[in-house]
C-alpha cells in the first residue's frame, strides 16, 4: 500500500492510496467493519462510493465527514480516493457566500466605475469593493479555523480507514 497525499494548504484534504487486493475485497472490509455492533462512525456505502462520518452525539458545525472512492484499476488491484471536506451543507454554504462576494465584487466595480465616468460621488462602491476581498480573505480563514477544529476528527476517520485497510482481506466475494 502507498499513500500519496496533496499539499496540507487545502481546505478538502485529498489522497489516493494503491492497493493489491480487488475492488470487492476492499468494499467488503468497509462494509463489515462498518456493520460491526462496536463501530461507532456513521456511514454509507453505495456502489464503490463509501461517506464517513463523526458519530452524532460528537458531531459539531465544523465536523469533517471522509468521502472514499474505490476504483477499480484490474482484477487484482484497485485505487482508494479520499476525500476529506465538511458536511456537504457547510460546503455548500460557503461556496455560495464565495459566489455572492464575487457577483457583488464585479456588480459595486461596474458602479464605482459608472459613478466615476459621470463625475458623480462613486466612494460608497469603491469602499465596497475594497472591502469584499478583505472579507474573503476572512472567510477563508474563518474555513481554515473550521478546519483545525475538525483536525482531531479528521485524524480520526484516516485512522479509522487505515485499520479497515489494513485488515486482512474477506476470503468471499460480494455478490
Known amino acids: 500500500m502507498s499513500e500519496q497525499k496533496n499539499s496540507d494548504v487545502f481546505l478538502r484534504p485529498r489522497f489516493k492510496m494503491s492497493f493489491n487486493e480487488s475492488q470487492q475485497d476492499l468494499i467488503a472490509k468497509f462494509r463489515k467493519n462498518l456493520e460491526d455492533g462496536n463501530c461507532k462512525y456513521c456511514s454509507k456505502i453505495i456502489d464503490e462510493h463509501i461517506i464517513i462520518e463523526v458519530p452524532v452525539e460528537e458531531n459539531h458545525f465544523w465536523s469533517p465527514q471522509l468521502n472514499i472512492e474505490v476504483v477499480k484499476v484490474d482484477k487484482n488491484k484497485a485505487i482508494v480516493k479520499g476525500l476529506f471536506g465538511p458536511k456537504p451543507q ?10 455572492a462576494m464575487a457577483v457583488a465584487f464585479i456588480g459595486f466595480s461596474v458602479m464605482a466605475y459608472v459613478q466615476w465616468t459621470l463625475k458623480s460621488d462613486y466612494s460608497r462602491a469603491l469602499m465596497v469593493v475594497i472591502s469584499l476581498p478583505i472579507l474573503w480573505i ?3 480563514f474563518l474555513g481554515r479555523v473550521g478546519k483545525s477544529k475538525g483536525h482531531k476528527q479528521m485524524n480520526e476517520l484516516h485512522e479509522f480507514m487505515m485499520e479497515t485497510l489494513d485488515k486482512e482481506p474477506k476470503v468471499g466475494k460480494l455478490n
Do not use: E, R
Not at 90 to 99: D, G
Open 90 to 99: 457547510v460546503w455548500t454554504l460557503f461556496m455560495f457566500f464565495h459566489f
Open 138 to 140: 476572512c472567510m477563508y
